[in-house]
Every structure is written in structure tokens, then in C-alpha cells.
């Protein structure tokens, strides 16, 4: 059964900072998902990946496949970014998330 | 624009009163699921389907059914609800090799 962790569970910032978020599986997957929830509870897909790196404005994902981990990065956080972060590997029909890392960005 | 419609949003009901939760996509995807989010659990596979008239379970079915007879659909089906199955619900639909689209969720609380 794959099992994903995530860390750190919670994580205080400077805005400013540059942030990682770590991830780490325990079975061959198809695609990794980062995952934003907000505190309305809404979600939003970040990023899927299978390989390399993503960047998408301030935020970027990377995955190692060999090591079974991916670390999405916020560089210059806002605390717009404020938000829980969820990770989550698999294929097509299933996933297995892990528990969230909550990030407060400080202004 | 495209969307998951989840309905109702919130929802308060009593053991044993059957309940569905609507949830449609207007992107024309293939796959569907369900998730459960509850406090120190995160988020749990309910169900997922593949395509019309193909489902399969996800890691927590049970008390739980669903239906894909058109593409667009896939209901929740609560047959007896307990309160155990108080908690925030999510539909979500991709494609495949695409991120997954998530509905602005469901509260539910089975009193």
C-alpha cells in the first residue's frame, strides 16, 4: 500500500522567505500532485508531475523518482500563500494524499 | 467556464435518512472520484470512476454507493447515513495526464 508523508506538518514564514515542502512515497507511481487548500476549504491542483521539475510563477515542484520524493518550493512567500499544502501520488484511478503541511506566511 | 458543481454545499440530517450529493463536470472527463477530508485523517478515496458505467472502490467505500450513467455525473449515494460519515466531501474530475479539478466541497453532519 503506497503511504505518503509529508513535512514539516506546520511551517511559520517571513514574507519574503524562500519555502520547502517535503514529500515522500512509498510505492512506483504514475504522477505526483501538489495540492493547495485555503481556509475556505476550496482545492486547487498546483502541480502534477512524473519527472524533472515544474515552475509555475513563484512556485516550483520538483520529484525524484529514484528517491521517491518531490519538495514544492514558494520563492519570495506572501502571505497570500498562507494555506495547507497537500501532496499526493498515484495513477489515473487512485490516490493517497499526505497530511498536509500548513503554511503561515508573516507579513 | 470549467467547473466541478458539488450540491448541496452544506448539508445537517438525521441516521438513516438517505442522502445524495450531486457533483457534475462540464469538461468532459473520463475520471471521476470521491474524497472524504476529516481532521488528522486528510483526504480519503471514496470511490473513482474510469468512465461511464465503470467505478470501482477507493480505500473507504464503505456506507458509501455511486453511479456513472452519463459522463458529466457522478452522485454520491449515502443509502443509511451514520454519524461517522460526518465530514467535508469532495468530487473531483481530470483527464487523464492532467491535474484533477476539485468542487468547492460538501459539509455534511449526521446527527
Known amino acids: 500500500k503506497n503511504e505518503v508523508e509529508q513535512s514539516p506538518q506546520n511551517l511559520t514564514a517571513q514574507e519574503g522567505e524562500f519555502i520547502t515542502i517535503n514529500c515522500s512515497y512509498s510505492?512506483?507511481?504514475?504522477?505526483l500532485h501538489w495540492l493547495q487548500q485555503h481556509p475556505g476549504g476550496g482545492i486547487v491542483s498546483l502541480f502534477m508531475?512524473?519527472?524533472g521539475k515544474k515552475k509555475h510563477g513563484r512556485l516550483i515542484a520538483t520529484i525524484n523518482i529514484q528517491e521517491k520524493h518531490s519538495s514544492l518550493h514558494i520563492t519570495a512567500s506572501h502571505p497570500r500563500d498562507s494555506a495547507v499544502y497537500i501532496c499526493?501520488?498515484?495513477?489515473?484511478?487512485?490516490?493517497?494524499f499526505g497530511s498536509g503541511t500548513q503554511l503561515t506566511v508573516l507579513p | 467556464e470549467a467547473q466541478v458543481t458539488q450540491n448541496p454545499r452544506y448539508l445537517i440530517t438525521v441516521t438513516g435518512k438517505k442522502l445524495t450529493v450531486t457533483c457534475s463536470q462540464n469538461?468532459?472527463?473520463?475520471?471521476m472520484s470521491w474524497y472524504r477530508q476529516d481532521p488528522g485523517l486528510g483526504l480519503r478515496q471514496i470511490y473513482y470512476?474510469?468512465?461511464?458505467?465503470?467505478?470501482d472502490k477507493g480505500d473507504v467505500p464503505e456506507g458509501y454507493k455511486v453511479s456513472r450513467k452519463e459522463k458529466r455525473n457522478f452522485p454520491l449515494i449515502l443509502e443509511s447515513p451514520s454519524p461517522n460519515q460526518t465530514s467535508l466531501y469532495f468530487c473531483?474530475?481530470?483527464?487523464?495526464?492532467?491535474?484533477?479539478?476539485f468542487g468547492d466541497g460538501t459539509r455534511l453532519s449526521i446527527l
Open positions: 499526493a501520488s498515484g495513477s489515473a484511478r487512485q490516490l493517497t
Open positions: 510505492v512506483g507511481i504514475s504522477a
Open positions: 473531483a474530475s481530470r483527464s487523464s495526464d492532467q491535474p484533477q479539478h
Open positions: 469538461m468532459n472527463h473520463e475520471y
Open positions: 470512476s474510469m468512465n461511464v458505467e465503470v467505478t
Open positions: 508531475l512524473s519527472s
